[in-house]
């Protein structure tokens, strides 16, 4: 199996592009829920190319972004240089680096599951303020609403070459009752979707590190299902993935 840190690196560019935001009405929730306002200081774990931290700055929110793989912090780095909330770390979830008792939230994204959850556990209970909030943000492909969602899906399970080993939604609803224990788990779902033309959908699937990439085995015939897949469900030139973004969180102090 690939890395964990390195697998993305070859995959920046369409990740940028192609994979999907966090819907606004996220931060709506979190203020209801959570008390999230513009002061609110934010530790974005496992940051990637900044996804997740842009919907943060957007609300003024000053965010210290954590990602290890070079790539993709350059990326997020790049893109946020004129913005002075932002601030990128080069550390783990596990070893961030950060000051302790001082943020109101942690947040992290899918990076979620590669981290070792006891020691990122105790990581987020250092940098806490006391009764400050962890949130984890969950966007799942339905993978079996429409005739194009199942034929993907097995495509990935045809052609992916550590698809179910590495796949995010091996992680329970159990498993993150686990790392909030002994405080409760919050959850909130919100609807999420994007639409592709056949180029945007090939970027999209290349963005995922379990899928070969081109010159590696397995590539082309992969591009002649997806494309079979496009030309027999698209609509109008264009198929939508539909999402699940679901909000975990709680306390841990």
């Not at 974005?44 to 190319?49: E, F, K, R, V």
Request: glycine share 4%; hydrophobic share 35%.
């Amino acid at each position: 199996m690939k890395n964990s840190t390195s697998r993305f690196s070859d995959r920046v560019d369409n990740y940028i592009k192609y994979r999907p935001d966090y819907p606004t009405q996220v931060l709506e929730t979190l203020k209801t829920n959570c008390g999230l306002s513009s002061d609110s200081l934010i530790a974005d774990i496992g940051s990637g190319t900044g996804i997740s931290t842009r919907l943060f700055l957007d609300n003024q929110n000053t965010v210290y972004a954590i990602e290890p793989n070079a790539e993709m912090r350059q990326a997020a780095e790049n893109f946020f240089k004129d913005n002075p909330h932002f601030h990128s770390v080069n550390a783990t979830a596990e070893e961030t680096h950060l000051p302790g008792d001082l943020f109101d939230f942690v947040i992290a994204g899918q990076a979620f599951h590669w981290f070792d959850q006891k020691q990122a556990k105790l990581e987020f209970q250092r940098i806490l303020k006391p009764q400050s909030w962890v949130v984890l943000l969950w966007n799942e492909r339905k993978v079996d609403t429409t005739l194009f969602l199942v034929a993907y899906e097995k495509m990935l399970l045809d052609f992916a070459t550590d698809y179910k080993e590495v796949n995010h939604t091996q992680i329970s609803h159990e498993d993150f009752a686990r790392f909030f224990d002994p405080h409760p788990l919050h959850t909130h779902t919100l609807p999420n979707s994007q639409t592709f033309d056949f180029e945007s959908l090939k970027g999209r699937l290349l963005s995922s590190s379990y899928c070969p990439n081109e010159g590696q085995p397995g590539y082309e015939p992969m591009m002649k299902r997806l494309q079979d897949i496009f030309e027999e469900h698209q609509t109008e030139g264009s198929v939508l993935f539909e999402y699940d973004t679901t909000l975990y969180f709680g306390h841990l102090k």
